[in-house]
């Protein structure tokens, strides 16, 4: 990595002297008054002096070590990851090579059997759309009927109304009829006790 000569000031960034002049790799720090530039994220620069505490500085080293570590494992990673690939490929290429055979036989069973299959599917579609036809004209059916038993009852309440409205002023007329018997019955009641 690039060494650069960056003044702690300038780039925001100020550390213990145990660091001064050594070459460590920056990353954002935690505790620094500014944040480091971006173009001096994951560089390799010469700090040359500046006083900080020992808490901004084991932060700086900290990070150090959780970049170079991170790359390891990432190396790692790549590593595990190309050898199982291969080992993969190796092994997919063995199974289909030998079991070439099994899957010719399979696809003539599979084809004589989707046959079958495509019978009993139309057969089966032939008898859903019978029953879901019947179903439909058995609704239609009732349909009709619901909305004749409908119109019958509007006309009947239609036809109810004269006499409905003839029996209210009946029945007030015999409640008032009723009121007038009592009022002389109490009347003619109250002259015979006096």
């Known amino acids: 990595m690039t060494a650069a000569q960056v003044h702690g000031g300038a780039a925001g ?26 173009p001096l994220v994951g560089r390799a620069v010469i700090i ?58 399979a696809a003539v069973i ?8 495509a019978a009993a599917v139309i057969a089966a579609m032939v008898v859903t759309t019978a029953v879901v036809s019947a179903m439909v004209i058995a609704a239609a059916v009732v349909s009709a009927a619901a909305a004749a038993v409908a119109a019958v009852i509007a006309a009947m309440r239609v036809c109810a109304r004269p006499f409905e409205r003839r029996n209210a002023v009946l029945h007030r007329e015999r409640n008032r009829h009723r009121r007038n018997r009592d009022c002389r019955a109490q009347r003619a009641g109250a002259q015979k006790s006096a």
């Open 13 to 38: 960034l100020s550390v213990a002297m145990p660091l001064v002049g050594r070459s460590v790799v920056i990353g954002r720090i935690a505790g620094c008054a500014r944040p480091v530039p971006s």
């Open 48 to 105: 040359p002096g500046a006083t900080r505490t020992r808490r901004v500085a084991r932060a700086l080293v900290r990070r150090t070590v959780v970049v170079r570590r991170t790359t390891t494992a990432a190396a790692a990673i790549v590593t595990a990851s190309v050898v199982t690939t291969s080992a993969a490929v190796v092994v997919t290429t063995t199974v289909v090579t030998a079991s070439a055979a099994v899957v010719i036989a």
């Open 110 to 117: 599979a084809a004589s059997a989707a046959v079958v299959i």
